[in-house]
């Protein structure tokens, strides 16, 4: 991480134009090449900036930073108060306090945040095959099983498709569809669900964790 603290105009030229006259502001340079040029306020966001990939060349007083899209932001510095420099090291990323058997008792509550009008027939549905973690009903009375992870990866579709194929061999059930919810699905698991005809839902847990049951409990 490179933190410079300038006088500064900056200009861009890209999908459109845009200018910031001269002023002091802190310049940010991530290790991915991201740059993003701040005013003291406004929060986190950025007055301009430029994501990865991008290709930074430093002259005297101007840094060019152009990307392969064609954007150019020039960045023309007239008076440098810092400049700072921070080895960071690879972050472990943020994390919740949300595991899988609290976001599927949340949902178990109120499955209707998974789709409009899901109600909940079984939490832990035993089949020969493990149990399903929740089987549904929509208010057509269709039945959809849902198979539920913190992170969505191809082997969980591949596990939610076992069930459904299991569980579409039973009469009075079937048939049965899949949803299959996550906090964040990796993109090929989401192109592998929707190939087989399961829905993805990505879980907000902040938002989720708000909900509050319906249903009348002994404690």
Same mark, same amino acid.
């Given at each position: ?30 290790? #991915? !090449?991201?740059? /993003? ?5 406004? =929060?986190?966001? $950025?007055?301009?900036? @430029? ?45 919740? #306090? !949300?595991?899988? /058997? ?5 949902? =178990?509550?109120? $499955?209707?945040?998974? @789709? ?104």
């Amino acid at each position: 991480m490179r933190l410079v603290i300038a006088r500064c105009t900056v200009d861009y030229e890209g999908r459109l134009t845009a200018h910031l006259p001269e002023s002091t502001r802190l310049i940010m340079v991530k290790s #991915d !090449g991201c740059v /993003a040029i701040h005013a003291d306020g406004g =929060a986190y966001k $950025p007055l301009n900036w @430029m994501n990865a990939p991008n290709t930074l060349i430093e002259e005297e007083d101007v840094w060019r930073v152009s990307n392969p899209k064609g954007e150019i932001l020039t960045i023309t510095l007239h008076e440098v108060f810092s400049d700072f420099s921070q080895e960071m090291g690879v972050d472990p990323g943020l994390q919740k #306090d !949300g595991v899988e /058997a609290h976001i599927q008792e949340l949902l =178990a509550d109120d $499955p209707s945040f998974l @789709m409009e009008g899901l109600e909940l027939v079984k939490r832990e549905y035993p089949t020969d095959l493990g149990p399903v973690d929740l089987l549904c009903r929509t208010s057509k009375g269709e039945t959809i099983a849902v198979e539920i992870k913190r992170r969505g990866e191809i082997d969980g579709v591949e596990q939610l498709t076992r069930y459904l194929e299991f569980l579409n061999r039973d009469p009075l059930i079937k048939p049965v569809k899949g949803i299959f919810a996550a906090q964040e699905i990796r993109p090929q698991a989401k192109v592998l669900a929707e190939d087989r005809g399961i829905k993805c839902v990505v879980v907000d847990y902040d938002e989720i964790r708000g909900i509050e049951s319906n249903h009348l409990r002994l404690f």
